[in-house]
């Protein structure tokens, strides 16, 4: 039987949103271990990294080279951490199951994740998270850790933010909807793998997931899929930060993350952005426990 270990990382440091530190307990209240126990695999709980409220720390006391990032060096402490845990259950045999938190915490679980394999990454999410201090029009680092486990920018050489067995060529990004000027210009100059929802309304989901998870899982040991429950629409996922309408519906999220499962090179996953303090009755994050359930196996018949 997989085991799955789940791994708390309750920061908003990288959000312009106070609430995703709450979205660990929220996904957990919401029936995470059973969802995942009906999916046929057993749920092991580490339970939640330490993290500093963000009242007790100066987001502008960083180094000249972080730009305008805020709360970078908090950031740098959590990752190392998260990757660390994440590290530790694939040497234990177990799929590591971050919980976030702001998708700041994605930069821990690709280091973490690709430190003894090569690995691709999969990105379910409205952004393209390819900002760097340098191009961030808003500061925030939740908008940043795909550049940064690649060493785009600022980001080059930084040890504890990059992912050296991360292979560009194996990173996909899936329904993309709001992309600033500069992450447009990277993906093109970069040549990464990217679907708009535009796709997803021409081809499919399922045509778009399969290709997907084929072009990440290429060459590799495994992939590492990042869910930003911001990719739903908002009317499906209303407790985001910073939702953005047109995203895929409730029963395309369920066929891809069955593709993911059906994939089989899943390695590590994260569930993040969900903001209870926005939220309607729990229903985003008890549908974070659905998705998360699908994606390992869990299905109707």
Same mark, same amino acid.
């Given at each position: 039987m997989r085991t799955v270990r789940i791994i708390g990382a309750p920061t908003d440091y990288g959000a312009n949103r106070r609430g995703v530190d709450m979205g660990p307990s929220a996904i957990r209240y919401g029936g995470l271990a059973d969802e995942l126990s009906d999916a046929g695999v057993e749920a092991v709980d580490a339970g939640d990294l330490h993290v500093p409220r963000a009242e007790e720390r100066d987001p502008d006391a960083e180094p000249p080279s972080a730009g305008d990032a805020k709360f970078l060096r908090e950031t740098a402490d959590v990752c190392g951490r998260l990757a660390d845990e994440v590290s530790g259950s694939l040497s234990a045999g177990e799929t590591p199951l971050a919980l976030g938190g702001d998708h700041s915490i994605a930069i821990g679980s690709l280091v973490g994740s690709a430190r003894e394999a090569d690995i691709g990454a999969v990105w379910f999410d409205a952004h393209a998270d390819l900002n760097t201090p340098g191009t961030t029009p808003s500061g925030n680092v939740h908008g940043m850790p795909l550049a940064a486990a690649l060493g785009i920018g600022e980001f080059a050489g930084v040890e504890w933010a990059n992912a050296p067995r991360l292979s560009p060529e194996n990173v996909v990004l899936v329904g993309l909807r709001s992309v600033d000027e500069a992450e447009v210009e990277l993906i093109r100059e970069r040549g990464f793998t990217a679907y708009t929802m535009s796709d997803i309304d021409e081809r499919g989901i399922t045509d778009v997931?399969?290709?997907?998870?084929?072009a990440a899982s290429e060459g590799v040991d495994g992939v590492h899929v990042s869910l930003d429950l911001d990719w739903l629409d908002p009317h499906e996922a209303p407790g985001v930060g910073t939702p953005v309408r047109g995203g895929v %519906?409730?029963?395309? /999220?369920?066929?891809?993350?069955?593709? =993911?499962?059906?994939?089989?090179?899943?390695?590590?996953?994260?569930?993040?952005?969900?903001?209870?303090?926005?939220?309607?009755?729990?229903?985003?994050?008890?549908?974070? %426990?659905?998705?998360? /359930?699908?994606?390992?196996?869990?299905? =109707?018949?």
């Open positions: 997931t399969e290709e997907a998870m084929a %519906t409730y029963r395309e /999220a369920h066929t891809a993350m069955e593709i =993911v499962h059906e994939a089989d090179c899943l390695r590590s996953m994260e569930l993040v952005e969900v903001n209870p303090t926005l939220d309607q009755h729990n229903e985003t994050a008890e549908l974070a %426990t659905e998705l998360a /359930a699908s994606a390992f196996g869990k299905r =109707v018949l």
